[in-house]
């Protein structure tokens, strides 16, 4: 048997000012290709791993032209996509292979394209129309007909943090595999719903996606050779941005349909509970000092700077969450992280324990957002100079080599604030302790993360439930999103009931042109079902970037 395994991943934030060059795609000077790939994949937790694992298990030879995975981002440039994009279709057109198995996230934008999958599978189709395609996608993605169309099987994550990738691709592999023998003929339903669930309501520890994705592993006991639910990426301007459903069957299209339908009806039922709370910054901090302080075990308070998490598209400099956090004097923090390269370049010229004053963050224009967000000014000792790289220990991307860039750690006396000058989320619990900080025994960690957090950290913490909640039970929730004043869950497209028959209004604009007509606005409280909606686009991104500036 000869298998082709490729993998393209980035999930494009349409608003973010951050670029996305070929050189992003890598942790380090960009896309892994042919055996370096293989090594640096192999044996690890990722969708990636699974392949690799699968094809050596059957004895099959292994063609991996390329690895290329980038932090989410501005649209993919062109030439970027083209250079990974031809280097997939150049190995398929080859040839002799039985079967090709796609490690994809499924919400890529580009500079000309809305579906970048969906393009790279239509030209693999249009090269080879018959080898059976596997793909596996991030629970993020936006559907598109044309990467159901040119696959043969499609599965998602079922996690959020997602610590499913390895499984999912598994998943999917094994299903190609089936069909490769002849055991199985498999068949596709998708759809999408008009719902953008706000990412801070998507974790699968929480009600609804908890139960969703739980419907969606019963399914299989009832016919489906797959079931997935996709939340969507929602800071996209595109189409079909937004939640959708897709349903593998042997042959069954039917079931499929139905187990479709039936996931889609449920997720719609509980839009509402995909809308965000929000609670201004300055309550948020205040609510995070009147609690008691951690007795010896209990874990950090967790303070989440989620609006500018560069595993959304942020840029990691804004500093208004940490500015709030000194100006009202909380103490033993420490924080993850500011991005500012040439900070970290004088923190090392100065040298360790050297006292400097610094101006970090806020270097970075944000077109989308027009709000200021100033750069700001501590003092400290340098604490730590590191080159920033560690290894995953998991249980997300386990094993998987992480690189911050330079990176310094200076500390203010109340602070010790990581200085990076790659964009890494803080996802592993060794992002803090490659760096010498035991966020186990700090008062207050500041994070910018959204959910991924819980993946490496979410145990530290005592409480991991949903941000910006208030105490519950006998211990305080431990979590506090100090930033957000919109919730989004309309989107630009036409809503489905009666009820919520209008579409949401206004034109969008961004990069990319409006796919939907501008229409008479309808105030968000003449829309039952729904307490706030998102009536404008670029608003939504504005605050999804960086809602704390304003
Ligand atoms: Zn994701």
């Known amino acids: 048997m000869r298998l082709l395994i490729a993998m393209m991943k980035h999930e494009t934030n349409t608003f973010s000012p951050v670029p996305t060059p070929l050189a992003r795609f890598g942790h380090g000077p960009g896309p892994l290709y042919g055996e370096a790939a293989i090594r640096a994949y192999c044996g690890t937790g990722t969708g990636l791993g699974a392949y690799l694992d699968l094809a050596q298990r059957e004895g099959a030879e292994i063609v991996l032209p390329i690895a290329a995975g980038a ?313 730590t100079i590191s080159n920033g790289r560690y290894r995953n220990r998991g249980p997300m991307a386990r094993g998987i080599a992480m690189d911050m860039g330079p990176t310094v750690v200076l500390d203010t006396g109340a602070a010790e604030i990581v200085l990076i000058s790659r964009h890494v989320e803080p996802s592993d619990l060794n992002c803090f302790i490659s760096l010498g900080i035991d966020p186990m025994q700090k008062r207050y960690v500041m994070l910018k993360s959204r959910i991924h957090w819980r993946a490496g950290l979410g145990p530290m913490a005592p409480t991991t439930g949903s941000c910006n909640s208030t105490r519950s039970g006998a211990r305080s929730t431990r979590s506090i999103c100090p930033t957000a004043r919109i919730s989004c869950a309309g989107s630009g497209r036409r809503l489905r009931s009666a009820a919520l028959s209008r579409p949401s209004t206004h034109r969008c604009s961004s990069a990319l042109p409006p796919r939907n007509p501008p229409v008479s606005p309808t105030p968000p409280e003449h829309r039952p079902g729904i307490r706030r909606l998102a009536p404008v686009r670029r608003e939504r991104a504005r605050h999804d970037i960086a809602d704390h500036r304003s």
């Open 71 to 383: 932090p989410p981002s501005r649209p993919v440039e062109d030439s970027a996509y083209t250079q990974i994009t031809d280097t997939i279709c150049e190995a398929v057109a080859r040839g002799g292979f039985d079967g090709i198995m796609l490690d994809l996230h499924g919400a890529m934008v580009t500079e000309s394209l809305e579906d970048g999958e969906g393009e790279l599978l239509k030209r693999l189709r249009a090269i080879d129309p018959v080898t059976p395609i596997a793909v596996s996608l991030d629970m993020h993605a936006n559907l598109y007909d044309a990467m159901i169309a040119n696959a043969t099987v499609v599965t998602g994550y079922r996690t959020y943090p997602h610590i499913d990738t390895y499984e999912t691709a598994q998943l999917a592999g094994e299903i190609l595999l089936r069909a490769i023998r002849g055991e199985v003929k498999p068949v596709m339903a998708w759809r999408n719903e008009p719902m953008l669930p706000h990412v801070m309501r998507q974790g699968t520890d929480d009600h609804p996606n908890k139960e969703l994705q739980h419907r969606c592993a019963a399914m299989r006991a009832e016919g489906a050779l797959a079931a997935s639910l996709f939340t969507g990426f929602p800071h996209a301007d595109i189409t079909n941005a937004g939640l959708s459903a897709v349903v593998v069957t042997d042959g069954d299209l039917k079931l499929a349909e139905e187990l479709r339908d039936e996931l889609l009806g449920r997720a719609w039922v509980e839009r509402e509970a995909f809308v965000y709370q929000i609670e201004p910054l300055q309550q948020s901090v205040a609510r995070a000092t009147a609690m008691p302080l951690p007795q010896a075990g209990d874990g950090p308070i967790v303070l989440l700077d989620h609006y500018d998490n560069c595993a959304s598209g942020g840029t990691m400099d804004t500093t208004v969450v940490l500015a709030e956090i000194l100006r009202q004097g909380l103490e033993d923090v420490a924080v993850f992280a500011i991005y500012d390269p040439a900070a970290v370049q004088q923190t090392i010229a100065a040298g360790i324990g050297a006292q400097v004053t610094l101006s970090i963050g806020g270097k970075i224009a944000m077109p989308a957002i027009p709000a200021e967000s100033p750069p700001l000014t501590v003092t400290g000792a340098v604490k």
